[in-house]
């Protein structure tokens, strides 16, 4: 038996389509065939060599599928059960971080699609530790970007606080999620794109934030919290600035460029900057409850496994309307 996929031979190379035999999963281990794998933008960075990879590697973390075989010793998972396979795939357990509850910092973690091969395929073997039940509202596409665009984008969330006006900087997959989360939970959401993208900005407007603009703007009010999910680190200073005393700037993206040096002043008031690295098991379990209560809907384009490169140019290209979406079947 052989499984179809498309692999990354090494930083700045085209994913290649390959046929090889299917893994059999170890023990604690789930083989899964997937259903459907989100394109996000930490595979952009895997693809450029921006963020320390297992080469050849097949990308994907985010991944819905069904389960066709269990290793020994795996619980809570049958055959035929649908899972979500996420970035954070296997943490040690015995770290001081894992011993804390603080998992995704682990020591010697390792990612799906990162250090792990990942979902741009028909099959993928996952830790079954590491993986999500998903709520049956969801198809099968529209919850693949749950699983890292709302997953992390949740996780920045709460980073935030409990700011009453929130801004996003970067209106793609995991905005237009938390957009959804913070509306649902009575927030104010200031949507920003980049210059000229107005059709960014109509749909920030229909998922109903509250002003959208470009990233250069003053919104109309003092923020009390941004979240960049672009991997701009210009934008930190930029986000600094409208943000009101005690306000807070969470760094959502696991690469970013180089941030510009800007005035102290600027930081002053009591004004923090995070960044937020990874995932735990909690975030994704608390994700799932909120999406289901909070009615979520996910806007996905969906490509064919073989059209793995259009994707992630579309991706680097920002013609993506939501999240990319690799469907196998198609
Ligand atoms: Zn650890
Ligand atoms: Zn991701």
Not at 104 to 117: A, I, K, M, Q, V
Request: net charge negative; with cysteine; glycine share 10%.
């Amino acid at each position: 038996m052989t499984m179809l996929a498309m692999q990354l031979d090494g930083p700045g190379r085209p994913l290649r389509f390959i046929e090889r035999p299917i893994p059999e999963p170890k023990p604690g281990e789930l083989l899964i065939e997937v259903a459907a794998c989100g394109v996000c933008r930490t595979d952009l960075h895997v693809a450029d060599g921006e963020i320390p990879a297992h080469y050849p590697i097949i990308p994907g973390h985010e991944i819905v599928g069904r389960v066709v075989k269990t290793g020994s010793n795996v619980e809570g998972f049958a055959l035929g059960d649908r899972v979500g396979v996420p970035w954070l795939g296997h943490s040690c357990g015995v770290c001081p971080y894992c011993r804390i509850g603080r998992e995704n910092l682990c020591d010697e973690p390792e990612f799906t699609g990162c250090t792990r091969d990942g979902g741009y395929a028909t099959h993928v073997v996952a830790d079954a530790h590491y993986c999500f039940q998903i709520p049956a509202s969801f198809s099968d596409v529209a919850a693949a970007p749950l699983l890292c665009a709302g997953l992390i984008g949740w996780r920045a969330l709460r980073l935030a606080g409990d700011a009453q006006r929130i801004g996003l900087y970067g209106f793609g997959a995991a905005a237009h999620i938390i957009a959804q989360v913070a509306n649902w939970q009575e927030r104010e959401v200031y949507a920003f794109t980049k210059a000229g993208d107005a059709a960014g900005q109509a749909f920030a407007r229909s998922l109903g934030c509250t002003w959208a603009g470009t990233s250069d703007e003053t919104p109309p009010r003092p923020l009390d919290a941004a979240i960049l999910f672009a991997p701009v680190g210009a934008l930190v200073p930029t986000a600094l600035k409208v943000v009101a005393k005690g306000g807070r700037v969470v760094c959502a993206g696991i690469h970013m460029s180089d941030i510009p040096t800007f005035p102290y002043a600027d930081l002053w008031g009591e004004r923090t900057i995070c960044s937020v690295a990874n995932l735990t098991r909690e975030d994704g379990t608390s994700f799932f409850e909120i999406a289901e209560c909070a009615g979520i809907e996910t806007t996905t384009q969906p490509f064919r496994l073989e059209d793995a490169n259009v994707a992630l140019a579309a991706l680097r290209d920002g013609k993506v309307k939501g999240a990319a979406v690799i469907v196998p079947s198609l």
